[in-house]
């Protein structure tokens, strides 16, 4: 059985602006036992930046399995324990869907600490409908799958959001031309950040632009099925 204060809290995190963090998550981050963070090192700055001093350890996708029990081990001791992710949200896209899998399992109680979530700040200033979406993650690598995926979303009416790597964007866009036309899709990259950007256009003029600029960053890339941008009453 676990103790009375043991706990798995899911922190969200700033996307980029250290100025994006609740009051809450900070003082959820001060009281307690253990930080498993997917980076560390990018924790460490967010910590420092509010003075926080806490023990950390690595909880990434390939060591997710081995460091999970140890987890789990330290809440049933009577351990609280707090999960970051990169940036953002823990849980979307990411390993900390197997931790809280077994810890919910393991009747220990799961606290989610709302805040920042790239999906929803690019899909508010994207200009696409936000009544209906649905959120893809990372696109397969593999030829097959993609075109299994795209298949997919052929007769999908709601906003479609997907993360794209840099190295992979021109591909992506490529594939939306040739599933569904030449449509509007808005790209978002750097959110909170200095160098924010928003890029609203129809995907054949952003292969275009892409061409000639390579592009850096993460991606957020939105895009609906009839091309539009649609003003909502």
Known sequence: MSGSKARLYLVSTPIGNLEDISKRALRILNE?????????????????????????????DYNKEIQAKNLIERLENGESIALVSDSG?????????????????????????????????????????????????FLPRKKKKRE??????????????????????VRTFKEILHYFGDVNIVVCRELTKKFE????????????????ETPRGEFVVYFRKNGLHETQV
């Not at 930080?35 to 003075?51: C, M, P, Q, S, V």
């Not at 009416?157 to 794209?164: A, G, H, L, S, Y």
């Open 197 to 212: 950007e928003v890029r609203r256009d129809r995907v054949s003029n952003l292969l275009a632009h892409y061409a000639k």
């Open 148 to 169: 299994e995926r795209f298949r997919s979303l052929i007769d999908e009416d709601r906003t479609i959001i997907i993360f794209e790597s840099p190295h992979r964007l």
């Open 89 to 137: 949200t823990p849980c979307i896209s990411d390993p900390g869907y197997y931790l809280v899998k077994l810890t919910i399992k393991e009747n220990i109680e799961v606290v989610p600490i709302p805040g920042a979530s790239s999906i929803l700040a690019g899909l508010i200033v994207s200009g696409l409908p936000t009544d209906r979406f649905v959120f893809e993650g």
């Open 32 to 60: 307690v036992d253990l930080i498993a963070a997917e980076d560390t090192r990018r924790t460490g700055k967010l910590l420092a930046a509010y003075n926080i001093k806490k023990k950390m350890i690595s909880y990434r």
